[in-house]
C-alpha cells in the first residue's frame, strides 16, 4: 500500500467550504458509513473528480485505488448517485445572503439583480434534459441565486425569491403578468424587456393598450413612455408599469430584420408586419417610476443584463456545462451538473478573495467581466483535487487492474503473430 501523502492543498479548499458539510452529507443521507471512502473528505473528493475533473468512473476509482482505497466503478456510482442534495445543500450555503445598507434617509439601497437560465443536454439527447436558472448581482460580482429544474420548468421570475428594494432584470421570457405582479406584490420591482407576443398590455383605464398604433404614430420620435397596467387575465389581478420604447439604430434594426426571417423561414411561417415594424424598436417593461429612474437610465440600466449571458458562457465554455457526462433523469446527470455549480462558487470565491478591492473598481468596466481569472483558478482548483504532484507514490500495479478493459463477448483485435514479428524486424514465412 503507497504511503498517504498529505495533502495539505486540499484541506485548504475544504475550509472554502461551509462549516456544516460533514454535518449535512449525513443528513442528506450522502455519507452514511466508512468504506471504501472513509471520510467526507474523501466522498467530495470523488465528487470533484468527477464533475470538475470529470473523470471517468473507472478513472476514479483507479486514482483511489493508487492510493491504497481499493474501488470499481460500480462502487463509485453507488456512492456518487446518492451526493445530489448534499451537493445541492452546499450550493444554498454557500450563496450569499446580504442585508441591503441603509441610506442616509434611512431607506434602503436599491439592489439589482439579473434573472436569466440556460438549458443542459445529456449524451444522445433528442431535446432538452435539464435547465438551471440562477440569478446574478452585477454589482457585487456574485451568484445570487442557483436552481435546477427538469425541461419543463420555463423561465420566471416566480422561481427565485424577492428583496424588497429589488430591481429584477430578465429578458423576454420573464415578461408574463403572473410572475410580474407576484414581484410586485413582494415588494420588489421588475425591469423586463417585452414583445406583445407574450405578454398584452391594457392602459391605466383598464382598456387594450395599442402598442402596435401607438409605435406606428411615433413619427421620428426616438424614446417614448407610457403608463400601462399589467393584468393577469385569469386572476384579474394587476400592477402598474411603465413601458418605455426606444428606436434602434439602422444597423441594430436590420440585424434583428434577419434573425426574424431566419426565424420565419426556418418554421416555414410568413412574416407579418407588426413583426417588421417591432424590430425597429426596444421595449422595456419597468415597475420603477420615471420619478425614480427615467427612461434614459432604464435603457443604459437593461445594457447590464448582458452580465448574466458571459456568465452563462463562462459555465459553459470553461466549465464544460453545457452537456451531462450521464442520461439526463439520472442520479448521476444531477449529481454532476451540481457539482459544475460548485466548482463554479469555489473559482468565484477564489477570484474574489484574490483580486478583492481591485475587481470592485473595475466595475463597469472590460476587465470587471474578464473570462481569463476563472480560467487560471479553475486550473488550480483541478491540480489541487488531483493532486498530481502525488502520482510518483501511487500504486500503478493496482491502479492497472482497475483501470484496465472488462472482459467482453466479442474479441479483442490483437496484432497477429505473424505481424508482430515483422515489426520486430523477424522475416515473415508463409507457413501459418
Known amino acids: 500500500m503507497p504511503p498517504q501523502e498529505i495533502d495539505s492543498k486540499f484541506q485548504q479548499l475544504l475550509q472554502e467550504l461551509p462549516a456544516e458539510t460533514q454535518e449535512l452529507a449525513r443528513e442528506y443521507k450522502a455519507f452514511q458509513r466508512s468504506r471504501r471512502i472513509k471520510t467526507v473528505a474523501d466522498l467530495l473528493r470523488a465528487v470533484m473528480l468527477y464533475s470538475a475533473c470529470d473523470l471517468s468512473l473507472r478513472e476514479i476509482a483507479g486514482w483511489f485505488t493508487g492510493r491504497g482505497q481499493r474501488m470499481t466503478d460500480e462502487a463509485v456510482r453507488g456512492r456518487l448517485k446518492c451526493c445530489a442534495k448534499w451537493i445541492e445543500a452546499l450550493i444554498g450555503k454557500m450563496l450569499p445572503v446580504v442585508e441591503q445598507p441603509q441610506s442616509p434617509g434611512g431607506k434602503k439601497a436599491w439592489k439589482l439583480v439579473i434573472r436569466d437560465g440556460s438549458v443542459v443536454n445529456g449524451p444522445g439527447s433528442q431535446g432538452t434534459d435539464s435547465r438551471f436558472h440562477l440569478s446574478f448581482d452585477p454589482v457585487e460580482q456574485k451568484i445570487d441565486e442557483l436552481r435546477l429544474y427538469d425541461a419543463k420548468t420555463s423561465e420566471s421570475l416566480k422561481l427565485f425569491r424577492h428583496e424588497e428594494v429589488a430591481i429584477e432584470m430578465g429578458d423576454r421570457a420573464y415578461a408574463k403578468a403572473p410572475a410580474l405582479i407576484g414581484t410586485r406584490k413582494a415588494g420588489a420591482h421588475f425591469c423586463v424587456r417585452m414583445t406583445p407576443n407574450y405578454l398584452a398590455l391594457r392602459d391605466r383605464s383598464g382598456d387594450k393598450f395599442d402598442l402596435i398604433g401607438q409605435l406606428q404614430g411615433a413619427g421620428e420620435a426616438v424614446s417614448l413612455s407610457f403608463e400601462v397596467l399589467v393584468r393577469d387575465t385569469k386572476t384579474g389581478e394587476s400592477c402598474e408599469a411603465y413601458l418605455h420604447a426606444h428606436r434602434l439604430s439602422e444597423q441594430e434594426s436590420n440585424k434583428a430584420r434577419r434573425r426574424v426571417k431566419r426565424r420565419a423561414q426556418k418554421k416555414g411561417h410568413t412574416l407579418r408586419e407588426n413583426t417588421l415594424l417591432l424590430c425597429d424598436w426596444l421595449l422595456v417593461l419597468t415597475s420603477v417610476p420615471p420619478s425614480e429612474l427615467p427612461a434614459k437610465v432604464i435603457f443604459e440600466l437593461y445594457r447590464v443584463r448582458w452580465q448574466v449571458e458571459l456568465l452563462i458562457k463562462r459555465f459553459k465554455s470553461l466549465l464544460n456545462a453545457d452537456f451531462l457526462r450521464a442520461h439526463g433523469g439520472s442520479p ?101
Open 332 to 432: 448521476l446527470s444531477e449529481g454532476y451538473l451540481l457539482g459544475k455549480f460548485l466548482f463554479a462558487l469555489l473559482i468565484e470565491s477564489r477570484t474574489l478573495k484574490r483580486v478583492g478591492n481591485d475587481w470592485m473598481r473595475m466595475i463597469g468596466s472590460r476587465k470587471a467581466t474578464c473570462w481569463r481569472p476563472w480560467k487560471l483558478i479553475a486550473a488550480e482548483i483541478k491540480e489541487v483535487v488531483l493532486n498530481t504532484v502525488a502520482w510518483e507514490s501511487l500504486d500503478w500495479r493496482e491502479m492497472l487492474n482497475v483501470l484496465g478493459e472488462r472482459r467482453r463477448k466479442r474479441k479483442l483485435q490483437l496484432i497477429p503473430d505473424a505481424v508482430a514479428q515483422w515489426l520486430r524486424g523477424k522475416p515473415v514465412t508463409d507457413s501459418l
